[in-house]
């Protein structure tokens, strides 16, 4: 059987280095490689393709989201630099999840499972810190101390047992640096630490002496991390 398939990826060696090694299999048929799901997306409704080769952490839509958007999504075998995506992608019953930089021999194995239709193992990721700029210098953070954090301006507040803290680093790339198996994301402004949560009711969510709101476009997503 000949599986047709897109690459979707904004980096462009990425691109490259997954098309080179599509060419290289005989039972893959390269049929588009695209910048971002958008154009993905165009694509696929005209005609549709078996599997996607998909980045999770894309500009304008994450590769997450863009499957959400799919009444009928193809296989997906999910491609990033981000280990912290492994337990949300699993939830759509990927091929395989590929960490950057991609070996041509872990790829392969990637797509022999596409004969057994078996779905990946959550990898075993231990994340158990993030580092992150504070006075200039890169301070060291337990997940297990973060109770939560909100954007401040040009910064943002690591709220912790200990105290506040304050770190140069944009909302979108503390995102990426914290692992989606510990916290989620309530608010525009705010990502909270799931083990950390006390009460959920309505549109609030406390954290020790904290009442955080939870912004309308996030409650069903919050409801089923935190009540399933």
Same mark, same amino acid.
């Given at each position: ?5 897109? =690459?979707?990826?904004? #980096?462009?060696? %990425?691109?490259?280095? *997954? ?7 005989? !039972? @893959? ?57 492994? =337990?949300?992608?699993? #939830?759509?019953? %990927?091929?395989?999840? *590929? ?7 872990? !790829? @392969? ?68 640096? *914290? ?50």
């Amino acid at each position: 059987m000949i599986y047709t398939c897109f =690459v979707i990826d904004d #980096e462009p060696m %990425a691109r490259e280095i *997954l098309e080179s090694f599509v060419l290289k299999v005989d !039972f @893959l048929q390269l049929k588009g490689s695209y910048t971002n799901p958008v154009e993905a997306n165009r694509a696929y409704l005209q005609d549709p393709v078996d599997l996607f080769f998909l980045d999770i952490s894309m500009p304008e839509i994450s590769g997450l989201s863009f499957l959400k958007t799919l009444h009928h999504p193809p296989k997906v075998i999910f491609t990033t630099a981000y280990a912290e995506y492994a =337990v949300e992608s699993y #939830e759509f019953n %990927a091929v395989d999840y *590929l960490l950057k930089p991609i070996a041509f021999e872990r !790829f @392969l194995k990637a797509i022999n499972k596409l004969a057994t239709n078996r779905p990946f193992a959550i990898p075993q990721f231990k994340i158990d810190h993030v580092f992150l700029r504070v006075n200039g210098i890169d301070k060291r953070f337990l997940i297990q101390d973060i109770l939560f954090v909100q954007s401040y301006g040009n910064y943002i507040k690591i709220f912790t047992e200990e105290k506040v803290w304050l770190s140069a680093i944009t909302f979108k790339a503390l995102e990426k640096k *914290l692992p989606a198996s510990n916290f989620i994301r309530i608010h525009r402004t705010t990502i909270v630490n799931i083990e950390k949560v006390n009460h959920f009711k309505q549109k609030t969510i406390s954290i020790n002496e904290h009442e955080l709101t939870v912004g309308r476009s996030y409650l069903k997503w919050v409801k089923e991390r935190l009540v399933r």
